[in-house]
């Protein structure tokens, strides 16, 4: 599994306290790229409760961070398995609702916790469940390729933040529209015309424009013939 990000970290007072063992590193450093990504994604919701919390829900996980739990090359529940095994993250399906699996951390307290409900399920409702975190709202730029590109993939994703770092948002939108217009539904395109407004320069009059877009459009359909050999 490979993991990329290009975002930049930002800090919270409210940020809850997390126990880790003195020997952390020596723990993880076997650990598998899934175990770790389900492991540091537990930490990051867990950090974010507004008071601390003694258990969590598998599904209120997901349900919190949705892009990473959607990614198909994540089995998590080896993940979770690997996670409780090596005593960092243990998991408990509550035997009067099989639907609902338990996390818990694998501090003493923890463990402690953990074995209070093997014996007793019914005092489950007796701990602090950390709860779901209001979802971030992504960019509208996001859902404006879902809707006129196709799905949108995590590396697809890492592209357009790139994108929308390099060029301003309205360059973006409006040439995701030409884009559309002219049938082009790939991002190249889209990147191709951005390139081409940066090197030398957007023109702002409608009829200017329409021009500049007429010339990249013969342009594209010209090196599109040279590749296609057509």
Same mark, same amino acid.
């Given at each position: 599994m490979t993991m990329t990000t290009s975002a930049k970290p930002v800090f919270s007072e409210k940020t809850a306290r997390l126990e880790l063992p003195v020997n952390f590193f020596d723990c993880v450093q076997n650990l598998s790229a899934e175990g770790l990504l389900v492991l540091i994604a537990f930490f990051h919701w867990m950090s974010q409760q507004e008071q601390q919390s003694d258990i969590a829900l598998v599904f209120d996980l997901k349900a919190s961070l949705p892009d990473l739990f959607q990614a198909e090359d994540l089995n998590l529940q080896k993940a979770l398995d690997e996670l409780h095994l090596a005593g960092l993250l243990l998991n408990w399906t509550d035997p009067q609702n099989l639907q609902k699996t338990y996390l818990i951390p694998g501090t003493p307290k923890g463990v402690e916790v953990f074995h209070t409900l093997q014996k007793n399920p019914e005092q489950v409702g007796d701990y602090r469940l950390a709860k779901i975190l209001p979802a971030v709202e992504r960019p509208n730029l996001f859902k404006?390729? &879902?809707?006129?590109?196709? #799905?949108?993939?995590?590396? $697809? #994703?890492?592209?357009? =933040?790139? *994108? $929308?770092?390099?060029?301003?948002?309205?360059?973006?939108?409006?040439? $995701? =529209?030409? #884009? /559309?217009?002219?049938? #082009? +539904?790939?991002? !190249?395109? /889209?990147?191709?015309?951005?390139?081409?407004?940066? *090197? =030398?320069?957007? !023109? +702002?009059?409608?009829? &200017?424009? =329409? +021009?500049?877009? *007429?010339?990249? +459009? !013969?342009l594209y359909l010209e090196q599109k013939r040279d590749h296609t050999g057509g």
């Open positions: 404006l390729y &879902e809707d006129n590109f196709g #799905a949108l993939t995590p590396m $697809m #994703a890492e592209t357009l =933040k790139a *994108d $929308m770092e390099t060029y301003p948002l309205d360059w973006i939108e409006d040439a $995701m =529209k030409e #884009a /559309v217009e002219y049938n #082009a +539904r790939n991002w !190249k395109y /889209v990147q191709a015309i951005l390139r081409n407004w940066q *090197d =030398k320069g957007r !023109k +702002r009059s409608n009829e &200017e424009g =329409k +021009r500049d877009l *007429d010339q990249f +459009r !013969k």
